[in-house]
């Protein structure tokens, strides 16, 4: 799952993009409404969550644009806001969920659950990866199992996450900076080699013992997933 959360409370954005990254999302976090309506355009995202009172824009307004533009992606509004009035304003602007606050992770986890069932089409159509492969790799997102071939492979967390990243982008070269925002949720370089480090030990997992070689650096540049 792909999913795009636009909140300026830091403390929030963190604790929602974190629990989303631990069940095995792919998380991009924004905290300026223009900002976020910018990359709900250009991307692809399975899911928003969409903070009302934003700088830049509000988010009712991103949300108006959205579907204005002719995107359908499901759309759960986190809003301070209790009153009926605000829930409907929400539900006609074009969102698919209304969550006030505070609100419990759970909760809006099965939210954004419900919705991603509802949204996956019951026949034809592209539907919600969950299941990813690369030639004979193979990874289940939900039931967090990694196989190569017929040979099941563990990982750790962030290793799983690495891998997932790689393969929602195959061909694709994924810079240092990339990996940490994705996968560590860092905005900063923190001036340490824990990419190389993350990557050597998935390398060690997924290609040691195989012949083809899937995981690839290149030097100065970033990795990616792709055959010789």
Same mark, same amino acid.
């Given at each position: 799952m792909k999913l795009l959360i636009i909140e300026d409370d830091k403390k929030i954005s963190s604790y929602v993009a974190k629990g989303f990254r631990e069940s095995g999302a792919c998380v991009d976090t924004v905290a300026d409404g223009s900002d976020g309506l910018d990359l709900a355009l250009e991307g692809s995202y399975d899911l928003a969550i969409v903070d009302v009172m934003l700088p830049g824009r509000d988010g009712l307004s991103v949300i108006e644009e959205m579907r204005a533009r002719g995107l359908s992606t499901p759309v759960i509004v986190l809003s301070a806001k209790r009153s009926v009035e605000d829930r409907v304003r929400g539900l006609e602007t074009g969102c698919d969920d209304y969550l006030t606050k505070p609100f419990s992770f759970t909760e809006l986890q099965a939210r954004a659950q419900a919705l991603l069932r509802r949204a996956q089409p019951l026949g034809g159509g592209e539907q919600i990866q969950t299941a990813l492969s690369f030639k004979d790799l193979r990874l289940d997102v939900v039931r967090k199992t990694v196989t190569r071939g017929d040979q099941r492979i563990l990982l750790q967390p962030r290793e799983f996450q690495l891998l997932e990243y /790689? !393969?929602?982008?195959?061909?694709?070269? !994924?810079?240092?900076? /990339?990996? !940490? &925002?994705?996968?560590? &949720?860092?905005s900063f370089d923190p001036q340490t080699n824990v990419v190389d480090v993350l990557v050597c030990r998935l390398r060690s997992k997924v290609d040691k013992d195989f012949s083809i070689k899937l995981l690839h650096t290149l030097r100065g540049v970033g990795y990616v997933l792709k055959t010789d």
């Open positions: /790689l !393969l929602r982008n195959p061909g694709r070269v !994924l810079s240092k900076t /990339l990996i !940490l &925002e994705h996968v560590w &949720e860092y």
